[in-house]
C-alpha cells in the first residue's frame, strides 16, 4: 500500500511510520515540519511541509501519486509561550486561531485536496488524530479551550468529509481517533497526573491505529474512536 503520514516527525506519526514500515511491503511518504527526524528506510520519503499552507498542500497532492491511507497525526497543545488555558482570562486570540489553522483547517484542505489521490484505491482510508477532550459530550472540567474547540471543529469536519465521501469515495472511511495519553513532547508536561498503565507508548498507540484503520469498512466512516475500539461520542 502506499500511504501518505502528516506529521510523520511527532511521537505517535513516528511510530505509525516505523511500524507500516516493518510489518509490510508499504511505501510511505512522510511529512515533517520544524525537524526532520533521523530516521530512514529505503520505502521512505521525507517531505518539508507546513499544513497550515495550502499551496503546499495542493502541491503535495499533484506530486505524490495515488494513495491507499492517508493519516493525519500533526497537532499542537501548547508552544513556548502558550500553555492550554485555565480560565477565560488566559484566551489569547492568536494561539486560538493558531489552533484551528494547524488542529482543524488542515483536515479539510486535505479532504479537498487528496481525495482524488484516494479515488482509485479499493481500500482508501483517511484517519485523523483528534482528542477526547474534543468531545462537547464529555467536557466535564471545561478550560483548555483552543484545543478543545479546534478538536471539535476538527470532528465536524470528519462527520461532515464522511457524509460527501459517502457519494463521491463510497470504498472511502473516514476516522477520528484519540490516542488515550501517549507519552510525547505533546502530552509531556501533562503527564504527572495520569493514572499508572494509562501513560502509553507511542509504538502502543500506533499499533491499536493501525489495527483500527486495517479493520474499518466504509460502513465505519464518519465515527470517533478511542485506541482501544470503543466508540467516542460526539
Ligand atoms: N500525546 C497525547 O497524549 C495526545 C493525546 C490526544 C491527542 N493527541 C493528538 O495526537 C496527534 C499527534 O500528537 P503527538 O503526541 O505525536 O505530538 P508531537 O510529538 O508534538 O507531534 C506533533 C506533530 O505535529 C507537527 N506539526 C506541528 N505544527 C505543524 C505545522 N504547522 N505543519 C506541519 N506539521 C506540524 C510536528 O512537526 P515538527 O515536529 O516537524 O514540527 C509533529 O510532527 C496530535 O493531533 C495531538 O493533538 C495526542
Redesign the pocket.
Known sequence: MKILI????????LAIIKQLLTQGDNHVVA??????PAYRHPQLEWQA????NEAQLLSLSATVGSLDWVI??????HDSSHQPEKNLKSIDRDWFLTSIE??AL?TLLIAKHFGANLKPSLFAKLAV?????GSISDNKLGGWYS?RSS?AALNMLIKGISIEWRRLLPQACVLAL??????????APFQANVAAGKLFS?EYVADCFIKLIEQSTPEDSGIFLAYDGSVIAW
Open positions: 502528516f506529521g510523520g516527525s511527532g511521537g505517535i506519526g511529512t515533517y515540519h520544524a525537524h526532520c511541509l507546513d499544513i497550515t493525519n497525526c500533526v497537532g499542537v497543545l494547524t488542529n488542515p488524530v483528534s482528542a477526547r477532550v484545543y478538536k484519540h490516542p488515550g495519553t501517549t507519552d510525547t513532547q505533546l502530552s507511542p
